[in-house]
């Protein structure tokens, strides 16, 4: 179930969180597919790859920050929100 929360502006933002612990469920496809159907229909969408292995990453070719944001949140060493890329 989406979470309830809030962007900087107050507009109310969804969080959907594709999870199964069972690998090669589609997980990664599934995340990817909903942002490009939603980004088409003019929602703004903001994915986050958390999975060290960073295939959504390089579905969308991007090639320079695997495993950045996972290594970040095991050793709580800092990232830049500069890390975020706009893709479309
Ligand atoms: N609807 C589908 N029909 C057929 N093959 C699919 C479908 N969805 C995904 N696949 C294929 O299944 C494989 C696993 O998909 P995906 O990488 O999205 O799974 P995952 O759950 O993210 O895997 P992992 O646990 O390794 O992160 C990929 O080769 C993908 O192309
Ligand atoms: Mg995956």
């Known amino acids: 179930m989406p979470a309830k929360c809030y962007s900087l502006q107050h507009m109310p933002i969804k ?5 199964n612990q069972k690998d090669g469920t589609a997980k990664t496809t599934t995340t990817a597919a909903i942002a490009v159907l939603l ?3 003019g929602v703004s969408v903001h ?4 999975d060290p292995q960073a295939s959504l990453t390089r579905a969308f070719g991007l090639t ?3 495993d ?4 970040a949140l095991r050793t709580g ?3 830049s929100v500069g890390d ?3 893709l479309w």
Do not use: K
């Not at 994915?47 to 958390?50: I, L, T």
């Not at 950045?68 to 290594?71: C, F, I, M, P, V």
């Open 15 to 19: 969080i959907i969180a594709i999870a």
């Open 39 to 41: 980004s088409r229909g």
């Open 47 to 50: 994915m986050v790859d958390m």
């Open 64 to 66: 320079d920050s695997t």
């Open 68 to 71: 950045r944001l996972y290594n």
């Open 77 to 79: 060493e800092s990232i």
């Open 84 to 86: 975020s890329r706009v």
